[in-house]
């Protein structure tokens, strides 16, 4: 699923006030790194992350990583923080609704 630039603006503002569920450390992105990105997807939608590293290309890099492996959509990479975005298949939730 990729998502529209008007998406993505939408998801970045909707970002703005979330603070990192979950933290990678200097092993990278682990399977349980992986779990924790899949449990706050399903929960939430979008998720800040925060790497752990010494530059932000080393945060983009496991960004698009734990995006790919998770099949979620990158939505945004500042500094160390990452954030992303799966629609989620629970009913029991209030799912985002994006822009068309």
């Given at each position: 699923?990729?998502?529209?630039?008007?998406?993505?603006?939408?998801?970045?503002?909707?970002?703005?006030?979330l603070?990192?569920?979950?933290?990678?450390?200097?092993?990278?992105?682990?399977?349980?790194?992986?779990?924790?990105?899949?449990?706050?997807?399903?929960?939430?939608?979008?998720?800040?992350?925060?790497?752990?590293?010494?530059?932000?290309?080393?945060?983009?890099?496991?960004?698009?990583?734990?995006?790919?492996?998770?099949?979620?959509?990158?939505?945004?990479?500042?500094?160390?923080?990452?954030?992303?975005?799966?629609?989620t298949?629970?009913?029991?939730?209030?799912?985002?609704?994006?822009v068309?």
């Amino acid at each position: 699923m990729a998502i529209t630039g008007k998406q993505v603006r939408q998801l970045r503002s909707m970002a703005n006030n979330l603070k990192p569920t979950v933290i990678v450390g200097k092993e990278g992105v682990t399977a349980n790194i992986l779990k924790q990105v899949n449990e706050g997807l399903e929960a939430h939608e979008l998720i800040k992350v925060s790497v752990l590293c010494e530059t932000g290309s080393q945060a983009a890099e496991a960004g698009r990583e734990i995006a790919d492996q998770a099949e979620a959509e990158l939505v945004q990479v500042i500094g160390k923080r990452v954030v992303l975005y799966r629609e989620t298949s629970r009913d029991d939730i209030e799912k985002i609704q994006l822009v068309k």
